[in-house]
Antibody
Framework: QVQLQESGPRLVKPSETLSLSCTVS????????WSWIRQPPGKGLEWIGY???????TYSPSLRSRVAISLDMSKNQFSLKLSSVTAADTAVYYCAREVPLVEFGVAFDLWGQGTKVTVSS | DIQMTQSPSSLSASVGDRVTITCRAS??????LNWYQQKPGKVPDLLIS???SLQSGVPSRFSGSGSGTDFTLTISSLQPEDFATYYC?????????FGQGTKLEIK
């Protein structure tokens, strides 16, 4: 059974860098694209970006200047860094697997449990 | 970016009702449209992919339709466990975007 588990600090100070990791168990990280998605308290879902095992990344235009997603093949893990955070970056952060559809794009079929990150001094 | 707009933002309905939620894309996205259900405090769950393909285990009372810019999610007979927030999401562009969500509440 494939599982995703986020880890990282739950509290980050304003202007600092938020860092999270997602460990994939039960499957190789090589087989899929992997995304980060966040959800501010009481609000909707926002896609942050994705990475492929080759290291190829794509980021949301609204966060592109502050985001970096990387991966560690030896740990079967991918990571998120979001710099210069403010209170607006307070959210539950999810890692998710993208599954290619036979037709019509991709979908997020597997999600981590989510980790709430609060930006506060 | 492709903007996704859901309507209504919230909806009150009763058990047994037929409910339809609409999702509109700011440009044509073929059938590259997915629906997710999220219950309070829980992880989003993929319900429908490719506009109309039900995921394994999803009850047949759920259905999706549409192509181009206009899509619908229909629940034919609401059950108590269906009260949740529903999100559409496009993957036509690799800059994925979600709708703002539709909260389905018990009347």
């Amino acid at each position: 059974q494939v599982q995703l588990q986020e880890s990282g600090p739950r509290l980050v100070k304003p202007s600092e860098t938020l860092s999270l990791s997602c460990t994939v168990s039960g499957d190789s990280i090589k087989n899929y694209y992997w995304s980060w998605i966040r959800q501010p308290p009481g609000k909707g879902l926002e896609w942050i970006g994705y990475i492929f095992y080759t290291g190829s990344t794509t980021y949301s235009p609204s966060l592109r200047s502050r985001v970096a997603i990387s991966l560690d093949m030896s740990k079967n893990q991918f990571s998120l860094k979001l710099s210069s955070v403010t209170a607006a970056d307070t959210a539950v952060y999810y890692c998710a697997r993208e599954v290619p559809l036979v037709e019509f794009g991709v979908a997020f079929d597997l999600w981590g449990q989510g980790t709430k990150v609060t930006v506060s001094s | 970016d492709i903007q996704m707009t859901q309507s209504p933002s919230s909806l009150s309905a009763s058990v047994g009702d037929r409910v339809t939620i609409t999702c509109r894309a700011s440009q044509a996205i073929s059938r590259n449209l997915n629906w997710y259900q999220q219950k309070p405090g829980k992880v989003p769950d993929l319900l429908i992919s490719g506009a109309s393909s039900l995921q394994s285990g999803v009850p047949s009372r759920f259905s999706g339709s549409g192509s181009g810019t206009d899509f619908t999610l229909t629940i034919s007979s609401l059950q108590p466990e269906d009260f949740a927030t529903y999100y559409c999401q496009q993957s036509f562009s690799t800059l994925y975007t979600f709708g703002q969500g539709t909260k389905l509440e018990i009347k």
